[in-house]
């Protein structure tokens, strides 16, 4: 069906000729990551952020389920990646085997999930019974690349935005509270992992970059689909602003020099502090708006 | 696992190794000449693994070719039995051992000479036989061995290794019972050069260790090429030897 | 019932919109006439592949029932033999369902079938007619027989309804007359007198949606006229 999509061999030649001369296409410098708008819908933990073309939704949901019988005190937590022809006509609908596909959905398990981004002892309701099940459902509206970084973003504020509803135990008996009775609870959030991803081009031949001394090569963070086709490495690296490094993948590509890796991620880490601030804050921004009133119907007063 | 000391004060790891010390390192080529066109057999530590490399040949399918560079296939093959306890499930289709495929075949894309061996594929088959942590550089390892047997053109060797962190102390080429008690970091390195054709890291690590870290594995890493290359050196001097007394 | 709408929101795919209705929010894209997978294809005519996913959770019977009542609505008013063995991918995104999701789809179908029009025009897949859509509820007044009608109702609407009702219409000369009914979808217990009064109040209402999408594409037409 829908083929990869190609790209011209004069629109290659004009791009990778522009980077040499240090131009992007778009006008980004190459250090540059594109502005992140990150809006919230009506509902808690539904979230669409926007990266340049790029358009990500996550919604975050949550329902009552049996622990693993193997950790009866942890919740369930499942990030839900699957790719729809509406990001564009180069993926299927439900054939997520896709090399691509797998290593974005891995990272962001990675990311997320495995660094324990999510309390999930938190989630846990009555030992070995019942427990939350929260699930983050990431939908790819619109591709022009940065996948990786933009989804992950985008779970990370919906983690940070939703709540789930109160509730009270009474011996194995629970009662849920709808959000219109008791004020909902949000999740534990232990830290905040954000993706930058860096591109590599390799403006000389491959013996150079091989076996030479100069380190040539070009780095380029958040690449756009086209830079992303052109491309021949790749490096997604995962920080907080702890200076931990949650995850980091160079799954092959071109070979590049262990130091210009590590100034890769001391870039990335000056993204990750401005990008976790500006999460917090539009989280912040979205529940002042929605509790406008909530000041008259305190009962403190300017005394 | 916290019962387990995994550094002693003396410095010493679980199995007896300093902290910059490998694991026995063993490796043979051309054990499978046979079966196929390359191949080779690597133990490192408790990691049994052989390769196979099938190629270049004629691909069977049509959309497998391409007219400009050969297309390189790996599949990696984790036996059931490879871990202490028979796993239930085989691991053909999982995530993870897909992205391993997908990570060693963008690994090795870029440093075989794929370009003079148009219209062909090259089929490289791994079996892992018994894993014991720091897999994903044993399987590094033993890929660039068996193509180096195939007389595949390369640019230069591969050689892979973990390092793992433990509070502040880098721990060189861990085995599984390290592997789980603390995050690790996979490299693969090339030739003799500090370029990384491969890094993973999966679990937290301070971002202001990572470079010590790095710098270990690299030099773990330019060792086990040596090993490798030694072995090869010696194969050769022995099949020149063979050929000669003809 | 009113939209807030939005025409070609998406730059990857050949036609798109986001529409707005009460709680419901949809997005749709469009792609097509493109090559279809060989057992897609059909000698004559254009084939249709929709997709409809769910905001949370995996996509089950329910999308699949209400992508076949959309396949049966949509498929007539395309100009199908103009494409003979081509593929038309119609995607459809649910980013906030506005109804439980449980019981009803009412909401989430109008929307769907209104949002695909409108990503269908912007693809610029020709089309014998316009459609449009609205869900109507039906409830009793307390204490007396009198059953009143809710052109578009919210959720709480349809839950305190005895019946639910979905009405798409087939729109001709300038969305001044009606050529047919295209789907007429009720759940719950009503009589014919009902039926009737559904239609015909119906009829009025969807005429006037139908006129606020023409609205929609024209200003949409006309600010890229201009933008040139």
């Known amino acids: 069906m829908a083929k990869d999509i190609e790209i011209s061999n004069s629109e290659s030649k004009f791009l990778l000729e522009a980077l040499r001369q240090n131009y992007r296409l778009d006008g980004r410098l190459f250090d540059q990551f594109r502005d992140v708008e990150v809006t919230f819908g009506n509902e808690y933990g539904d979230v669409t952020v926007k990266m340049g073309d790029t358009r990500v939704h996550c919604r975050i949901s949550c329902q009552i389920s049996q622990p693993y019988e193997d950790r009866p005190f942890e919740g369930l937590f499942l990030i839900s990646t699957e790719n729809s022809p509406m990001a564009g006509p180069q993926f299927e609908n439900g054939n997520n085997t896709d090399e691509d596909e797998i290593l974005c959905a891995r990272i962001i398990e990675k990311a997320v999930r495995r660094s324990g981004a999510l309390d999930i002892e938190g989630l846990c309701i009555v030992a070995g019974s019942k427990c939350w099940a929260v699930r983050a459902d990431v939908h790819f509206l619109n591709c022009d690349g940065g996948f990786i970084d933009a989804s992950c973003i985008a779970v990370m504020a919906g983690l940070i935005h939703f709540k789930k509803p109160d509730i009270t135990v009474h011996g194995e008996q629970v009662i849920i509270h709808p959000i219109e009775e008791r004020e909902p609870t949000p999740l534990g959030i232990l830290h905040i992992p954000i993706c930058v991803t860096f591109s590599f081009f390799n403006p000389k031949e491959t013996e150079e970059n091989i076996k030479g001394e100069s380190n040539e090569e070009i780095t380029v963070i958040d690449a756009t689909l086209k830079e992303e086709l052109l491309r021949d490495g790749v490096l997604t690296v995962t920080l907080n602003k702890n200076r931990e490094v949650v995850q980091v993948s160079k799954a092959g590509g071109l070979p590049m020099d262990a130091l210009s890796l590590m100034s890769c991620c001391h870039k990335a880490y000056s993204i990750t502090e401005k990008v976790t601030d500006q999460i917090v804050q539009a989280v912040k921004e979205d529940y002042k708006s929605r509790n406008k009133y909530s000041e008259l119907l305190s009962s403190e007063n300017a005394r | 696992m916290s019962r387990l000391e995994i550094y002693s004060p003396e410095g010493l790891r679980l199995d007896g190794r300093r902290w910059n010390e490998l694991r026995r390192f063993e490796c043979s080529i051309n054990t499978h000449s046979h079966a196929s066109d390359g191949s080779s057999y690597l133990e490192q530590g408790n990691n049994k693994v052989i390769t196979l490399v099938k190629g270049p040949k004629e691909p069977t399918l049509r959309s497998q070719m391409d007219t400009e560079k050969a297309i390189l296939k790996i599949s990696v093959n984790i036996t059931q039995f490879s871990k202490f306890e028979r796993s239930k499930s085989s691991h053909k289709n999982e995530r993870r051992v897909l992205e391993m495929q997908t990570a060693l075949i963008r690994t090795f894309e870029k440093n075989v000479m794929l370009n003079i061996y148009p219209r062909t594929l090259i089929d490289i088959e791994v079996h892992v036989l018994q894993q014991d942590g720091g897999i994903m550089g044993s399987l590094i390892n033993g890929i660039t061995l068996a193509l180096i047997d195939a007389g595949i053109a390369m640019y230069d060797y591969i050689s892979g290794v973990s390092i793992g962190l433990y509070d502040t102390t880098p721990l060189l080429d861990v085995n599984s019972l390290e592997e789980n008690a603390m995050s690790s970091v996979t490299l693969g390195v090339v030739g003799k050069s500090e370029k990384l054709s491969l890094l993973l890291v999966e679990d937290k690590i301070p971002l202001d260790r990572l470079e010590t870290v790095l710098a270990i594995g690299i030099a773990g890493a330019h060792r086990v090429r040596d090993l490798m290359d030694e072995e090869l050196r010696k194969h050769a001097e022995k099949r020149v030897a063979n050929a000669s007394s003809k | ?228």
Request: net charge negative; hydrophobic share 40%; glycine share 4%.
């Open chain 3, 1 to 228: 019932m009113s939209i807030i709408a939005q025409m070609g929101p998406l730059t990857k795919v050949d036609g798109s919109s986001l529409i707005e209705s009460k709680q419901t929010k949809i997005i749709c894209s469009v792609t097509g006439p493109i090559e279809p997978k060989s057992r897609q294809e059909l000698p004559t005519q254009l084939a249709l592949e929709i997709i409809i996913r769910p905001a949370a959770g995996v996509p089950n019977t329910r999308e699949k029932l209400m992508e076949d009542k959309l396949r049966a609505v949509i498929t007539p008013i395309i100009t199908r033999y103009l494409y003979p063995r081509q593929l038309c991918q119609i995607t459809l995104q649910i980013l906030n369902s506005g109804e439980s999701e449980l019981e009803f789809a009412q909401r989430e179908l109008a929307t769907c079938i209104n949002a695909t029009l409108i990503a269908l025009i912007d693809a610029g897949i020709a089309l014998n007619s316009m459609c449009a859509c609205v869900p109507i509820a039906l409830t009793s007044k307390e204490g007396s027989d009198e059953t009143l009608l809710i052109i578009d109702p919210s959720d709480e609407e349809l839950k305190s309804s005895n019946s639910v009702h979905v009405l798409a219409l087939e729109l001709v000369d300038q969305c001044k007359t009606v050529k047919n009914v295209l789907l007429l979808d009720s759940n719950g217990d009503f009589n014919e007198k009902d039926l009737f009064n559904i239609l015909e109040s119906g009829e009025v209402e969807v005429l006037k949606l139908g006129k606020q999408i023409r609205h929609i594409v024209e200003s949409k037409i006309n600010s890229d006229i201009t933008s040139i």
